[in-house]
């Protein structure tokens, strides 16, 4: 049962990552992405280091939208 909930919550967190650009602020999935990782830690879905690598790839998708980051902006 654990294992099937910590696969839905993932699948969830990479769609939400894998989302287009164009259908979403980028702030906007910023912020739900570390929502969903803070949610799976304290569920103890994931582990805290997991969380950080979760936490680490939403950052560098919002730096690659930044303007100042070379992204489209």
Do not use: H, N
Not at 24 to 43: Q, S
Not at 46 to 60: C, P, R
């Amino acid at each position: 049962m654990r294992e099937a909930q910590r696969r839905l919550a993932m699948t969830a967190w990479r769609e939400l990552f894998t989302l287009a650009g164009s259908q979403m602020d980028a702030e906007v999935k910023y912020f739900g992405l570390l929502r969903r990782a803070d949610a799976m830690e304290r569920a103890d879905l994931i582990t805290s280091d997991e969380w950080i690598k979760l936490v680490q790839q939403a950052g560098a998708l919002l730096a690659s939208t930044a303007e100042c980051m070379g992204g489209p902006g």
